[in-house]
């Protein structure tokens, strides 16, 4: 099914297909556990932007693989570009909009030691999890 979601001024505004009963996933690394992010990670083919492409800044930190990206108004990060991985996208389902989300099962994640969770450098496929 298809959730909506954004920041939090309405400058960004995406749309994600997932089911309605999430598993997603709760980091610890430094930049996950400050936001409070819970990610709920798809392939760029399940993700599109709707409107918001010009109010996006990207953060970057560390090897500079994941693109944390920010509303630029409002300061929210709805979603961005995992370093676990690079060709799919992270949505944060904090900021999915009420009403179809059915259930949420989170699992906790030790982002705080990547290296040890990815020996390979990044998650091999789309059940994984996120990390800075
Ligand atoms: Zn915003």
Not at 116 to 123: D, I, M, T, V, Y
Request: hydrophobic share 30%; proline share 6%.
């Amino acid at each position: 099914m298809i959730h909506q979601g954004g920041c939090h001024c309405g400058r960004v505004r995406f749309a994600v297909e997932a089911p309605s009963r999430l598993k997603v996933a709760e980091c610890n690394c430094s930049i996950c556990s400050k936001s409070g992010f819970l990610h709920l990670i798809v392939p760029k083919s399940q993700f599109r932007l709707l409107k918001g492409e010009d109010a996006l800044t990207a953060y970057t930190f560390n090897t500079g693989v994941a693109r944390h990206y920010f509303c630029s108004t409002c300061g929210i990060k709805s979603f961005y570009v995992p370093r676990s991985h690079p060709d799919g996208y992270s949505v944060n389902v904090r900021c999915l909009d009420p009403g179809t989300v059915e259930s949420m099962e989170i699992e906790p994640f030790n982002g705080r030691e990547w290296e040890g969770q990815f020996p390979g450098g990044r998650s091999p496929g789309f059940e994984g999890h996120a990390g800075a």
